[in-house]
């Protein structure tokens, strides 16, 4: 079983920034698209982004385009989403998770299947 787990989230001012991590597996890196999704109360699952290895594209949902960064440091088996220009509508509980590999499907939107994810981190920006 894969484990993850995210932390660096909090509370933040509207245009701040945080930067989320999640140690995993190498072997994650390999097998799986591994991205982040969220949950705000109320409303359904939101797959922010995502790396698929089959087809090497990093996924992003329009409503964090230009404003958040996906990355992956291999040697420390660690994924980051880099989150800049924060809004409050990014407030959310955010899991670090992974799921099939599917080239060109991508992860946003509420229909990816993610298999895995951990205990989320929180993020509140206030207005």
């Known amino acids: 079983e894969v484990q993850l787990q995210a932390s660096g989230g909090g509370l933040v001012q509207a245009g701040g920034s945080l930067r989320l991590s999640c140690d995993v597996s190498?072997?994650?890196?390999?097998?799986?698209?591994i991205g982040w999704f969220r949950q705000a109360p109320g409303k359904e699952r939101e797959g922010v982004s995502c790396i698929t290895t089959s087809d090497g594209f990093t996924y992003y949902a329009d409503s964090v385009k230009g404003r958040f960064t996906f990355s992956k440091d291999y040697a420390k088996s660690t994924v980051y989403l880099q989150m800049n220009r924060l809004k409050p509508e990014d407030t959310a509980v955010y899991y670090c998770?992974?799921?099939?590999?599917?080239?060109?499907?991508?992860?946003?939107?509420?229909?990816?299947?993610?298999?895995?994810w951990g205990q989320g981190t929180q993020v509140t920006v206030s207005s």
């Open positions: 190498r072997s994650t890196f390999d097998d799986y698209t």
């Open positions: 998770a992974t799921g099939p590999d599917l080239k060109y499907y991508g992860c946003v939107g509420n229909e990816f299947p993610w298999a895995n």
